[in-house]
């Protein structure tokens, strides 16, 4: 944690996770301007916080997005947070976030980017991804599509029913380093909105992966909170499927309602 606190430490720095959390996914450029700073200044201060894992950075074309990583600043709370402390504390999160959305006159959804390194290779990645019965074991549906640009694909229930939960349109397919797929629940009849996108980028490094999973374009808060509860459950379990054989004990459709 010491290179966490590290960061942490500089208020610039602190100023830029600020600037994250109220609007994820910027450009340096737009990042400079937020805090009235030097390009060179702000990249150094940004490579300190990737280097602290504070801080994702994914490429779209030439540019380079920058997303806050909350998790190593989770990982500080669970060791220093007693049990019976954390429900007296959400309650006055949940209070502060309500009083904070009834001041909000607008704002937009931010995308959500998750992060994840899997000890297997791209292909083995890129197959637990298109593959039904891979999918049907970590995920609780099997993903259904012949997986080329253009074509449909479904998020089918593996209990029998076969009824189709999520669906969507293959946009982007480069085996087996990126999938670009829209994410959508609603029957074409009843759209008023357009669907979200879901972007997975493998990431090869020797005998490890770094599997980056953007979900973008929401129609509502209420979508991106049930969204950044159900990936990482789901990622999860691929992950211990991947590395061990064996899916979690306890499915990721149980421990969250969201269909991701």
């Given amino acids: ?49 990737v280097r602290a894992g504070l801080v994702t950075v994914v490429r779209r074309g030439r540019e380079r997005l920058h997303y806050l990583n909350p998790v190593p600043i989770h990982d500080i709370e669970q060791r220093w947070i007693a049990i019976f402390d954390r429900p ?6 949940a209070i502060k976030n309500q009083a904070e959305e009834y001041a909000m006159t607008s704002a937009s959804i931010p995308s959500y980017v998750y992060v994840t390194y899997i000890k ?26 012949d997986w080329q640009p253009g074509s449909d694909w479904e998020h089918r229930r593996v209990d029998g029913s076969d009824k189709v939960d999520v669906f969507g349109t293959v946009l982007e397919a480069e085996p087996p380093t990126r999938l670009v797929v829209t994410f959508d629940d609603v029957p074409d009849a009843e759209k008023t909105r357009e669907p979200s996108v879901v972007t997975f980028l493998v990431e090869p490094h020797r005998d490890i992966v770094r599997l980056t999973v953007t979900h973008e374009k929401f129609p509502n808060a209420d979508m991106r909170d049930g969204i950044s509860q159900g990936w990482p459950a789901v990622l999860a379990n691929l992950k211990s499927l991947l590395e061990t054989g064996h899916v979690l004990p306890q499915a990721p459709w149980e421990m969250t309602d969201s269909h991701a």
């Fill in 1 to 49: 944690m010491d290179s966490v606190f590290k960061a942490l430490a500089d208020s610039t720095r602190r100023r830029l996770l600020d600037r994250l959390r109220e609007h994820n996914g910027q450009t340096l450029r737009e990042l400079c301007e937020s805090v009235d700073m030097a390009r060179q200044s702000v990249t150094q201060h940004l490579d300190i916080l």
């Fill in 88 to 93: 007296r504390l959400q309650m006055i999160n």
């Fill in 120 to 145: 297997a290779s791209a292909e083995q990645v890129w197959q637990a991804l298109t593959d039904a019965d891979l999918t049907a074991r970590y995920w609780g549906h099997a993903n259904v599509s």
